[in-house]
């Protein structure tokens, strides 16, 4: 089975900090992906960035970068340079190759508050 | 373009009430969800289209019925919900494959009374 924890419930960042969203993940999958979306409270879940498992580069998109460590089964999440609109929810997700097709697995989601 | 549209955007209805959810995309995705999400959780799966025939049902209960017209519409059929069932129901689409990202459209907020 696949499990995916977010053990950061909330945390608050000033505007133009940086911020890491931690994730770590359990599979047994030989192939999976790694997501992370934000949700603000208008409600739409934004696709922010993928990381393949084997992909060698960390993956990178625009101020959003994931920090992945195979072997540690981690994927954090790093926003550079926080803005006021990044305030929203955070989920990481993964899907697995043997896994059910099609199911998404989210982890509990971290609650984002950036202050000017 | 990575657009999913749904429609309603806000839905009120009663428990006898029957009333359908709309979802479109335009991306040549062969592979449509519908997904619940409850406040301050993350979402749950509810059914997986794959070109158009219903591949997942996470044994949903049958007041909620989703229909795939076409590959581009999916529709979810609401009949003699219960107020549990409020929540946000979300629309996602993605290319065939299982590691492939889903993209989710804005959702549509039900309360049931």
């Known amino acids: 089975a696949q499990k995916i924890t977010q053990t950061q419930p909330g945390m608050f960042v000033q505007e133009k900090e940086a911020v890491t969203l931690d994730c770590t993940y359990d599979t047994s999958d030989p192939s999976y992906g790694l997501f992370w979306y934000k949700q603000p409270s208008s409600g739409e879940m934004i696709f922010l960035i993928y990381q393949g498992s084997y992909d060698q580069q960390n993956a990178t998109e625009g101020r959003y970068s994931l920090n992945f460590q195979k072997a540690r089964k981690s994927a954090n999440l790093v926003i550079s340079a926080s803005q006021l609109g990044d305030s929203a929810m955070y989920f990481c997700?993964?899907?697995?190759?043997?896994?059910?097709?099609?199911?998404?697995?989210f982890g509990a989601g971290t609650q984002v508050v950036v202050t000017p | 373009d990575t657009e999913v549209t749904q429609t309603p955007k806000h839905l009120v209805m009663g428990m006898t009430n029957k009333k359908s959810l709309k979802c479109e995309q335009h991306?040549?995705?062969?592979?449509m969800y519908w997904y619940k999400q409850k406040a301050k959780k993350p979402p749950e799966l509810m059914f997986v289209y794959s070109y158009e025939k219903l591949s997942i049902n996470e044994s949903v209960p049958s007041r909620f019925s989703p229909e795939c017209p076409n590959s581009s519409l999916l529709n979810l059929h609401l009949h003699a919900l219960q107020p549990e069932d409020s929540a946000l129901y979300l629309c996602?689409?993605?290319?065939?494959?299982?590691?492939?990202?889903?993209?989710f459209g804005p959702g549509t907020r039900l309360l049931v009374l």
């Open positions: 996602a689409s993605s290319q065939e494959g299982q590691v492939e990202t889903q993209y």
């Open positions: 997700a993964m899907r697995g190759s043997t896994d059910s097709w099609g199911k998404l697995q």
């Open positions: 991306m040549g995705h062969r592979a």
